[in-house]
């Protein structure tokens, strides 16, 4: 860099910093009033929020940053993984995610998703789609004017998609993901034919609140959670929030009679602390020292939700700490549990749906709305093709559009090219781990033993440290050696059904 490139980049990291940190500060105030403010607070809140919102656009589209940023992107870098470099091609990508769309046509996106998400409540609620129908064909044509301000060469859903996980292709998701289902559907079949049936009913027997918070605060630490780098609270809808560098929250939701949800929960969401807890230091304030991509953080929920959590390993270990914990597991067998835990059952709705079948959730969404994005389907026949895919992938008919096309908020708030990054997690998750367990030998004897760190440390190594370094793809390909594919996580999967079904 030049004296004066130096400068500017100097300028450039400053306005960033200060960006950074108002996004921090808005983080904090939405983390409390997810988790602490009381009702009367809710009018105050929001003029803060809206607030700090302005400023932060403000301050984001300022034609200064658009200057430095042209003027940067002349710098000649010898490796374009160099962390300004790094740094100089995501501060692009965020200017321009900011300025491309017009203000009028980002109020008018606003307006409409702010009144879709009403309509589409009352529309669930009475179990009727004309209601919500037109709000769906105005989204789908407001998200297909937003791809074309954004830029796209294939077809318009890739711009879509690009604004949550970069660098992504629908059409090589798509080939994944079919991948995918001609294995799944069968394996569900055959799942579904086994004589041998797991014992749900052990996980909704009595686990007091408290019990249940002492229980998974341990094992979120032993994982490596750092609580003096992060708590734990409550809340209705869970999610990690990173206040700063040293500030990682998590919340969950304890239910009494089902002990699944908080404990998977904070599993879940330790999984993305410890990704916001181990991103690089030296690099905070710039995007060296944030996550890839929705679907990479996902990658690491999941799998400590689920290639960990829900493994017969990890068991070996916890549950007797769990059967001291919970008089409810005295008379239960490791095996049960552990089965119950690994259910698989075909059903309706998304966010209920066990590790085998949630992928065909996606995959269904997903083949949905690329289809509506690009003209081929109208909003009007979504319920039809819907219904009928759930019939091919799970079997089942369903009853009325609440528990169907109804089901998820994403549409009504304009979330559409959302849904695939969910199950990029479980692939990436799927492909991650049978790596680590190449690199680092018997994973599971680790576990039985209590030894999780082995597995952080080679997260830190191969994905935390690297921040933004890589896109998504690339990322999967430089730690695995291989594109993204769907065999790892199949191969998981038909091991539990063996294991657990015997089929
Ligand atoms: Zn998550």
Redesign the pocket.
């Known amino acids: 860099m030049t004296e004066k490139q130096e400068q500017n980049y100097l300028e450039l990291s400053g306005l960033q910093r200060e960006i950074s940190l108002l996004v921090s500060i808005s983080a904090l105030v939405e983390w409390d009033q997810r988790c602490y403010m009381p009702p009367g607070g809710s009018e105050h809140r929001a003029a803060q929020t809206e607030y700090l919102a302005g400023r932060i656009h403000a301050k984001a589209t300022s034609p200064r940053i658009g200057d430095l940023l042209n003027e940067l992107e002349a710098t000649r870098f010898d490796d374009k993984r160099d962390p300004r470099a790094v740094n100089i091609r995501e501060w692009r990508r965020e200017y321009d995610l900011r300025t491309k769309l017009p203000q009028e046509f980002v109020e008018e996106l606003s307006r409409t998703t702010s009144l879709a998400q009403d309509a589409w409540v009352a529309a669930r609620r009475n179990k009727d789609f004309p209601a919500f129908k037109p709000w769906l064909e105005k989204i789908t044509e407001l998200k297909k004017q937003e791809a074309d301000y954004y830029g796209w060469t294939v077809e318009p859903y890739d711009a879509l998609l690009d604004s949550y996980e970069p660098g992504a292709k629908a059409s090589e998701i798509a080939v994944v993901l079919e991948g995918l289902r001609d294995q799944l559907v069968p394996l569900l079949q055959a799942i579904q034919g086994s004589p041998r049936k797991p014992q749900v009913s052990i996980l909704h027997r009595d686990f007091p609140e408290e019990a249940q918070e002492a229980f998974v605060k341990r094992v979120a630490a032993a994982i490596g959670y750092n609580f003096d780098r992060g708590r734990l609270d409550q809340t209705t809808h869970p ?2 929030t990173s206040i700063g560098p040293n500030d990682v929250r998590i919340t969950t939701r304890f239910i009494r009679n089902h002990v699944n949800a908080a404990f998977f929960g904070v599993l ?2 330790a ?2 602390g410890l990704y916001q807890q181990n991103l690089p230091p030296q690099h905070a304030y710039t995007p060296m020292a944030e996550a890839v991509s929705l679907g990479i ?2 990658s690491q ?2 799998m400590w939700e689920n290639a960990v959590g829900r493994s017969l390993a990890f068991w070996k270990f916890w549950f007797p700490e769990a059967q001291k914990a919970f008089t409810a597991l005295k008379n239960v067998k490791l095996d049960e549990f552990v089965f119950a835990i690994n259910a698989v059952e075909p059903s309706f709705i998304r966010v209920e749906a066990d590790e085998t079948t949630y992928n065909l959730h996606i995959l269904l969404r997903f083949e949905l709305e690329r289809a509506m994005v690009k003209g081929d389907l109208k909003p009007s026949d979504v319920p039809g093709a819907w219904n009928e895919k759930v019939k091919a992938y799970f079997g089942l008919t369903v009853p009325d559009d609440a528990q169907g096309c109804l089901q998820d908020i994403h549409w009504s708030s304009g979330y559409i090219g959302y849904f695939p990054t ?1 199950s990029l ?1 479980n692939l990436n998750a799927a492909q991650f781990f049978a790596k680590a367990q190449e690199d680092l030998g018997d994973l599971e004897a680790m576990f039985e033993k209590g030894e999780f760190s082995p597995l952080l440390e080679w997260l830190k190594k191969n994905i935390h440290q690297h921040g933004k370094r890589y896109l998504s793809a690339e990322l999967t390909k430089v730690v695995t050696g291989k594109p993204l594919e769907s065999k790892p996580l199949i191969d998981c999967l038909k091991r539990k059904a063996s294991l657990w079904y015997g089929v």
């Open positions: 999610f990690c879940h969401e999984g993305h953080h996902e929920s999941r969910y997690g």
